[in-house]
């Protein structure tokens, strides 16, 4: 049973930045392996939603100079989060 929240971004961008200060070296290994885990899946979904935030700026763009710096900017996004999802991907 799974169920999905509303979580401001803020408050996600708070926890990543928490997280990322936690030194966990000292922890068993599959307590380090979640952590690795949460904290990549946490920055792929902010990477998500700002790439859908891209994808907006060009539907709205004024005029062509502006859409096209916008495609530019969702091109760009989208291919990092293609690269940290493909971390995630086993060998």
Do not use: F
């Not at 709205?60 to 100079?65: H, I, L, Y």
């Not at 989060?81 to 971390?87: G, I, P, Q, R, T």
């Amino acid at each position: 049973m799974s169920k999905n929240v509303l979580i401001p971004v803020s408050l996600v961008k708070q926890v990543i930045e928490l997280l990322g200060y936690w030194d966990i070296s000292k922890y068993d290994r599959m307590i380090c392996e979640d952590y690795g885990d949460i904290l990549r899946s946490l920055n792929i979904k902010l990477q998500k939603l700002e790439l859908r935030d891209a994808y907006a700026k060009i539907i709205t763009a004024g005029n062509q100079d502006d859409r096209h710096d916008a495609r530019i900017e969702y091109l760009w996004q989208n291919a990092r989060l293609n690269d940290a999802s493909a971390d995630d991907r086993p060998v």
